[in-house]
């Protein structure tokens, strides 16, 4: 009786020595069912992943960052200066080229600011100037910025304030690319280099910072003009022309957000000559009456009239 319960006992008691085999028989079918149905897939990120959707330019809107020089601003033909580290590449033939887009982007004038433009007490140069300014007017421009290494000047529609001023006079055959590239090689100790973090210039982009800009008109147009637009006095006729150049501050401590424009040749219900100019409030080139509201901290006439053919 003691033997058939005591074997009793030994069939209930449960064996554990197949469980690690069973362990072993388990992970080896997950292996084997990785292996089967496991494919790899390769994630890739879009490459403007991190990529702004609007290019933000370097002058008035970007505030206090230093210009910095990228290798891929240099094209195959390098400037011969070797000693402006800072240089732009195949900038003689971005010279050359602004020669064509000068007979490309002005139209036949229109009719209308022609004949309005013909009564105009104003020298042929300042003429050409002022209906160039009124044709941006009737022009789809839209405000944003871009860089144009090969050419300077905007190939597209896009301009800040100071393409305002640029593309105008070069219309009227005044380079600023060359002229302020020239100057600021010659006399780079009158410009404000500090505020770009660099001492060379760079022929195609300097000729649109506003405060280099400024700095060229300080230097070689008509000077002692008046800053400050005082309704009653009776010489605003000769003081204030149309065609003549005007440069606002917003920020005493910022020059980045200076903006520039064209005094037009029509005047506000109470006198006060409007100005042509684009920023980024108005979002196209416009007539403006700010004459009275923004502060002027520059206005010149240029060409000067000894310098006009």
């Known amino acids: 009786m003691e033997n058939r319960i005591r074997k009793t006992r030994i069939r209930k008691t ?8 069973l362990v072993i028989l388990i992970c080896l079918l997950q292996i084997w069912a990785l292996k089967t149905y496991y494919k790899e897939r390769e ?11 609007k290019e933000f330019p370097i002058s008035e809107l970007t505030l206090g960052i230093p210009y910095i020089q990228l290798e891929s ?6 400037t011969d200066n070797e000693d402006a580290g800072n240089h732009t590449a195949d900038q003689d033939q971005a010279g050359d ?8 982007t002005l139209e036949a004038p229109d009719e209308k600011y022609t004949m309005e433009i013909e009564g105009l ?10 209906l160039r300014s009124l044709e941006m007017l009737d022009e789809d421009i839209e405000y944003g910025y871009r860089t144009y290494v090969d050419t300077g000047y905007p190939t597209e529609n896009i301009y800040i304030s100071t393409d305002v001023i640029s593309v105008v006079l070069r219309d009227s055959g005044y380079d600023l690319m060359e002229l302020i590239y020239d100057d600021m090689l010659k006399h780079k100790d009158d410009y404000p280099m ?8 760079v022929k195609y982009i300097d000729f649109r ?15 002692e003009l008046p800053a400050e637009y005082t309704p009653e006095d009776e010489n605003n006729n000769l003081l204030w022309q149309p065609g003549d150049i005007l440069y606002f501050q917003f920020d005493e401590e ?3 957000k200076d903006l520039g424009g064209f005094v037009s040749p029509h005047s506000s219900e109470d006198g006060i000559p409007l100005v042509i100019m684009i920023s980024k409030e108005f979002g196209k080139v416009k007539e403006v009456d700010v004459l009275l509201e923004y502060k002027v901290i520059g206005h010149y006439r240029y060409p000067p009239p000894e310098l006009e053919e």
């Open 97 to 104: 080229n602004s020669d064509n887009y000068s007979t490309e």
């Open 73 to 78: 601003d240099f094209t195959e033909n390098v």
């Open 121 to 130: 007490s104003l020298s042929e140069v300042q003429k050409k100037i002022v």
């Open 43 to 53: 994630i890739k990120l879009p490459e403007n992943l991190f990529t702004a959707q």
């Open 194 to 201: 500090d505020i770009k973090g660099r001492k060379d210039p």
């Open 254 to 256: 910022n020059p980045y």
């Open 209 to 223: 910072d506003v405060f280099f800009q400024e700095q060229f008109f300080k230097r070689h147009a008509l000077g």
């Open 14 to 21: 449960p064996s554990y020595r197949y469980v690690p085999y």
